[in-house]
């Protein structure tokens, strides 16, 4: 997944829960109730980032998780 903003994301389709770590900051933080087939076109889109801000980020309830910095 090559991003500048992005370094890593997971998917949990049972909880529907999107985990995503920041290239800059090294922090992650999980989305809740995340479609799988939003998760899926994230995951296609040529521009992570700018399909993470246009249709994740504050689109969805989140939550930091501390102490996890390490992708």
């Known amino acids: 997944m090559p991003s500048t903003s992005i370094s890593k994301t997971a998917y949990e389709p049972e909880s529907r829960i999107?985990?995503?770590?920041f290239v800059a900051s090294g922090k992650r933080y999980e989305f809740e109730?995340?479609?799988p087939e939003t998760f899926a076109a994230f995951r296609a889109a040529f521009a992570k980032g700018r399909f993470?801000?246009?249709?994740?980020?504050?689109?969805f309830r989140y939550r930091r998780i501390s102490g996890d910095s390490d992708p």
């Open 52 to 59: 993470f801000n246009e249709h994740i980020r504050n689109h």
């Open 18 to 21: 999107l985990s995503v770590w």
């Open 33 to 35: 109730s995340v479609p």
